[in-house]
């Protein structure tokens, strides 16, 4: 769905848990467990927020789309957090 809408779609996971000298690894500002948590992180980017809105409609109309995210939450540890934002591109 995401290539037909034209979404661009990345999916990271931190490779590393430690950082340089006076810099702080994004595990330690999510609290993420240095043995036994995993760090994701997914990228979304449409051509503007009127596309971004109309994706997102067409997504939650979209019962292949709803069972992909049933399995995505139930992958996810107990009491971990989603955290999300929306940023605008500066460069």
């Known amino acids: 769905m995401f290539e037909k ?3 661009h779609y990345e999916l990271f996971r931190l490779a590393v848990k430690t950082s340089w000298e006076g810099f702080e690894n994004i595990s330690k500002s999510v609290s993420a467990s240095v043995d036994n948590e995993d760090v994701w992180i997914t990228i979304m ?3 503007d927020k009127k596309h971004r809105d109309e994706f997102v409609a067409k997504m939650s109309n979209d019962k292949e789309c709803q069972q992909g995210y049933e ?8 009491n971990s957090k989603v955290i999300t934002g929306e940023f605008d591109r500066q460069l």
């Open 5 to 7: 809408e034209e979404v």
């Open 45 to 47: 980017s449409y051509k």
């Open 71 to 78: 399995e995505w939450a139930r992958l996810l540890s107990p």
